[in-house]
């Protein structure tokens, strides 16, 4: 399966690092968020990406051009320029940068990939957030849910919005994006996608997280796999913090 990485927002909450690069470029343990999520999810087997840029894009362009060779040993012969490559630690990764629009909503994001992901299931997920979620065990779910997305939930407290599952917790009832300080059970990305959704995103201006998730609870096709483990997004330098004291541990939860 493809996994698709939103990573095209302005990141305004953490202007201080966003200002220079896309959010999903800042470093925590001196590598971008948005690698130890691809790691994380090459963990479970999944190596091809596709991540859907759009604000300063050229950061993560100019980032997976040099991967290689920022991650290999070599020997040049200065007397021609005949370089040999040797030992290299870069992961067998393929990689796809879409630049889909400094403007493009979510959902719009996503239509504009369509052909690149083609007709079969993919995994979507935030450029911003870390979780130990078994990728395995959410697909497994995903696939006895006879849903046409599946989402993580997991906790947080309450700025952001919450979802109101039915009393099995398999099924999105109510989506709110943002909502009041209920601490509920919230959408932590990390999701499971048919082809379907792009039939519910009409273009550019579509929020995935709007009227796309509004018509999949009506059509009941929208699922949640609770993860009660770890999940931390950075939205803001504290956020940056508190993922850097984690890894600096050691022991990070989502470290591969």
Not at 43 to 57: A, E, M, T
Not at 61 to 73: I, M, T
Not at 216 to 239: C, F, I, P
Request: contains cysteine; glycine residues 10%.
């Amino acid at each position: 399966m493809k996994v698709v990485l939103l990573a095209g927002g302005f990141g305004t909450r953490i202007s201080e690092e966003s200002a220079i690069r896309p959010k999903p470029m800042v470093e925590v343990g001196g590598r971008p968020i948005l690698w130890h999520i691809m790691r994380h999810y090459a963990r479970f087997g999944h190596n091809d990406f596709v991540i859907l840029g759009g604000y300063k894009v050229d950061f993560i362009q100019d980032y997976f051009l040099k991967y290689f060779r920022s991650n290999s040993d070599f020997t040049i012969d200065t007397s021609t320029g005949e370089i040999t490559w040797s030992r290299s630690r870069a992961e067998k990764w393929r990689v796809t940068v879409l630049d889909t629009g400094v403007d493009t909503m979510t959902g719009g994001r996503l239509k504009r990939a369509q052909d690149i992901i083609g007709d079969d299931r993919f995994l979507l997920t935030y450029g911003d957030g870390v979780s130990d979620v078994d990728i395995d065990r959410l697909v497994a779910f995903h696939e006895n849910a006879e849903a046409w997305m599946t989402l993580t939930a997991v906790s947080q407290p309450g700025r952001f919005g919450a979802l109101g599952l039915t009393p099995d917790k398999t099924r999105v009832r109510t989506f709110r994006e943002k909502a009041a300080d209920d601490g509920g059970l919230i959408n932590g990305g990390y999701f499971v996608c048919e082809r379907q959704l792009f039939d519910v995103i009409e273009d550019d201006s579509t929020i995935l997280e709007r009227d796309p998730m509004d018509a999949l609870v009506a059509e009941g096709k929208l699922a949640s796999y609770h993860h009660a483990g770890y999940w931390q997004n950075m939205d803001t330098l504290r956020d940056k913090s508190v993922l850097e004291e984690v890894w600096a541990t050691g022991n990070a939860p989502w470290k591969a």
